[in-house]
Structure formats: structure tokens, C-alpha cells
């Protein structure tokens, strides 16, 4: 039998033990940590936008489109999509559980790419994004002005310039996004009785826009094909785009044939303005900015979040005057509550199970045994959920709190066994004792824990 190999080697036994609770340590350290088991399906979010459609118009020439494409990827469940009246459009693609989100990411990407030539320009023109994302919010930063000197404009423009792809690039952030569409935008309001009285339509307005609000490269002076004589060359450079309302607002529509011109500033009024003004948020009362972090797959929540925290800290050091960041929505702050109330668990049914021990048994030598076999199996078992790409949350340590139960039953049965050996034969040695006594008692100990997770076996049948 296998357990006469360590009764006969004590230091292999020892040996093998010290080497289970050095891997379960180590494991402690590199677990991802999590409110629940990760059993949500990963998922590739594709974001399009086509300016001034209504959601039908997005439905149509967008959505069904680049669904036809992502239609039947490789090892999908469903997918989900939205279109918005305000021409916004965003798809969700749901996988298998335990597939690999970068894989699944490159697979849209791909599809999207062969129906990229079939969609509007303007979606082609503001492009396609498609990127991997977790399904539950980690945390919620704000930021906002408590003198409100600043407004929500300036506030969501600061975020998405300051803020946003700093927090991204944390390790273990899946994704940084901003709430709402505030960023700062040119709003022309076209005025359609003066376009009706110069005959100027919106869409000469758009081309002028387009074709003139342009970055080009221009070309250089003393460049080939002219005579190698030339000393310099020179690269003209041009102002490219539009920065202010009044340089749109010179923008030519049209040249009339009297040698008049028409500008946008005379069919239309310009401002810099928000993006969009179908949300805002408030903290308080107050004007405020939010985004929202995402955590990876497998990255360890609580780590995440402190290092989210500490990032925050060292960009505050360079925030403008009147301007400051919290973070009012944490769900770390209840795992790791929630960790903290297991841990004490844990700590006091160990405590409670060598009580109970010493009591029963009437022996400290015997006490012993199960107090060291207990932390081996709890600590052991990290490595092992490590290695099968299990998360330390709420049910794993719940389970390892009813496996105190099974674990310590096993050691006071061969402790209670050895005993009664050495009570019948007060000459036998310790080792004999112990090896005859796991003789008789291997097979009832088998069937004693397999009795025993047999109690959990029907909640694998369990829907939902």
C-alpha cells in the first residue's frame, strides 16, 4: 500500500509536505482574486457610428452588415446588438467559456475587415472598433471640480485626454471607457432660410467641410525632378486642419459668378460645443465625468484596483487647479470584505476543530496530527487551483471551509485507529501500529469521503 512507503520514509513525508504548503504559498501570491467564479462567457464588443441616422437607417446599413460577417465565428454562443437613434451602433459577441479573449478578438477583427468596404462612408471614415470586454464593471472613477469652476464638457475632455489611456494601460484593466459622448465637438447650426435664399444645400456644406478641413502633404521646394544646383530644399507645410469656430465659419461653400463667395458663416452658425447632449452626469448634484474600468480575464481584482488607485494618485499631482478624482463605485471593496469574513471563518473552524480534537481524543500527541494536516491540505490546494485556472472568490473559499470537515474526519479516524492499536498491543512500535492500522482502515476511509462529497453532487444538476 502506498501509505507504507511515507510510514516507512518519515522525512519523504515530510519532505512532500513542505513542498505542497511552499507551491500553495507561492500560488496564494499569483491566484487571481474575484467576487465570483469567472463562469460569464468572454466577450468581443465591434462600436460603429454613422452620423445623423436613426436607429432603423443604423439597423440596416450597418448592423446587418457587419453581423452577416460575424455571424458563425469560430467557437461563438450569441450575439447582441444596439443601435441608437443618435447613429450609434455596438455589437456584443459572446464565446464559449474558456476560450481565449485575444483570439476571439482577432477573429471579429477579421470579419469586420471583410465588411468594412460594404458599410456607409461615414462609418468607414470614423472607423470600426472592435476590442475585447469584461461583462461587470470593476470600478467607477469620477472626476469632477468641487468648486465647480469646471464644466462637464471640460471635465469629460480632460478625462479622455488625461485620464482614459493611462488607466487602460494598467496591467490587468481590460478596458477604460468614458461615460457618454461629451468630448468637445464643432456644432454647426444650420440656418435653412438663409440656405434657401442663396440656394445652398447641406450637402455642399458637408463637402466644404470635408474637403478643406484637411491634413495633406504639400511637397517641398528643390526637390527632384529640378537641377542638382540647388542647395536647399525646403518642405512646405500647411495649416491643415480648422482649431476654432471662426476659422470654420470661414470655410468656402461656394464661389457665385459675380465673384461673390459664400461662407459657412453665412448659411450657418458655429460653436464649440459637446459632441452629443443626450447624457450627462452628476456626483452629488454636481457636474462630473465618469469612466468606467473593466477587468481582464483572469487578472486579480484586488490587485487591479489598488493599482488603479495608485495611478489616480500620481496623476492628480498634475491636474489642474479645482479639479480632483474619486472613485464611487468599487465591487473590490466587498470581495475583499468578503475574503476578510471567510479568513476569520476559516481561522476559527481551525480553532474550533482542535478544540474539538484535544477534547474527544484526550491527547495533545494526537492533536497534532490534525493540526498540521489541515493547513498542508488548505494551503496545497492553491497550487492546484492555480494550475486548473480557478480564481480565489467567495465559493472556492466557502468549499475549502467544508473541506475542514472532510480532511479533519479522515486524520481522527487513522489518529483514533493508531490508538486503539497501540491500546490492544502496548508492545507494538508506533510505525507497526500505524501501518496495520491503515491496512484495515484505507477502504472505510475511501468510502467514508467519497459518502461524504456525494452530499454535493446533485448541485452539479442544478440549472442556472
Known amino acids: ?13 515530510m519532505v512532500i509536505s ?67 437613434s443618435d447613429g450609434s451602433y455596438n455589437l456584443e459577441v459572446s464565446f464559449e467559456v474558456g476560450t481565449d479573449p485575444d483570439i476571439n478578438t482577432v477573429n471579429v477583427m477579421n470579419k469586420v475587415n471583410a465588411a468594412l468596404s460594404r458599410l456607409p462612408q461615414e462609418t468607414q471614415r470614423l472607423g470600426v472598433t472592435v476590442s475585447k470586454k469584461s461583462a461587470a464593471i470593476l470600478q467607477v472613477v469620477s472626476i469632477f471640480s468641487p468648486d465647480q469652476s469646471r464644466d462637464e464638457l471640460f471635465l469629460a475632455n480632460y478625462a479622455t485626454i488625461n485620464l482614459v489611456d493611462y488607466l487602460a494601460r494598467i496591467p490587468g484593466v481590460g478596458e477604460a471607457s468614458l461615460f457618454g459622448q461629451n468630448e468637445y465637438s464643432m456644432r454647426i447650426w444650420m440656418d435653412t432660410l438663409r440656405m434657401s435664399n442663396l440656394g445652398v444645400s447641406a450637402q455642399e456644406v458637408m463637402a466644404a467641410i470635408q474637403s478643406q478641413n484637411v491634413q495633406a502633404a504639400v511637397g517641398r521646394v528643390g526637390a527632384a525632378p ?16 480648422m482649431l476654432d469656430a471662426e476659422e470654420f465659419g470661414n470655410l468656402v461653400v461656394r464661389s457665385q459668378s459675380d465673384g461673390g463667395i459664400v461662407r459657412i ?62 472613485i464611487t463605485y468599487d465591487t473590490t471593496i466587498f470581495v475583499e470584505k468578503t475574503i476578510e469574513s471567510v479568513i476569520h471563518t476559516l ?6 476543530v482542535a478544540i474539538v480534537v484535544f477534547i474527544f481524543l484526550g491527547s495533545f500527541r494526537a492533536t497534532i496530527i490534525p493540526i498540521v494536516v489541515v493547513p498542508v491540505a488548505l494551503i496545497g490546494t492553491f497550487s492546484i487551483m492555480l494550475a486548473l485556472g480557478f480564481s480565489a472568490n467567495t465559493i472556492s473559499l466557502l468549499a475549502l471551509i467544508l473541506a475542514i470537515g472532510i480532511v479533519v474526519d479522515d486524520a481522527i479516524v487513522v489518529v483514533e485507529a493508531v490508538e486503539h492499536k497501540l491500546e490492544e498491543h502496548p508492545d507494538m512500535s508506533p510505525a507497526q501500529a500505524t501501518e496495520e492500522a491503515m491496512e484495515e482502515i484505507t477502504g472505510p476511509i475511501i468510502a467514508i469521503t467519497l459518502v461524504l462529497l456525494s452530499v454535493f453532487v446533485p448541485t452539479m444538476f442544478i440549472p442556472g
Open 347 to 352: 481561522f476559527e473552524a481551525f480553532v474550533l
Open 1 to 13: 500500500m502506498i501509505s507504507s512507503v511515507f510510514i516507512k520514509r518519515p522525512r519523504l513525508a
Open 265 to 326: 458663416s453665412d448659411v450657418a452658425e458655429v460653436e464649440l460645443g459637446s459632441k452629443s447632449a443626450d447624457s450627462f452626469t452628476r456626483m452629488n448634484g454636481q457636474a462630473a465625468s465618469g469612466v468606467a474600468i473593466y477587468q481582464s480575464p483572469g487578472a486579480n481584482a484586488v490587485q487591479v484596483a489598488k493599482a488603479v488607485r495608485a495611478e489616480l494618485d500620481r496623476l492628480s499631482t498634475d491636474f489642474p487647479e479645482g479639479l480632483e478624482t474619486r
Open 226 to 241: 529640378l537641377s542638382k544646383d540647388v542647395e536647399f530644399q525646403l518642405n512646405i507645410t500647411t495649416k491643415g486642419r
Open 18 to 84: 513542505v513542498v505542497i504548503t511552499i507551491a500553495g504559498a507561492i500560488a496564494l501570491t499569483a491566484i487571481p482574486v474575484s467576487q465570483f467564479p469567472d463562469i460569464v462567457p468572454p466577450q468581443v464588443s465591434v462600436v460603429a457610428t454613422y452620423p445623423g441616422a436613426s436607429a432603423e437607417n443604423v439597423e440596416a446599413s450597418v448592423g446587418q452588415v457587419i453581423e452577416s460577417e460575424v455571424n458563425g465565428v469560430d467557437r461563438m454562443i450569441y450575439m447582441k446588438s444596439t443601435s441608437g
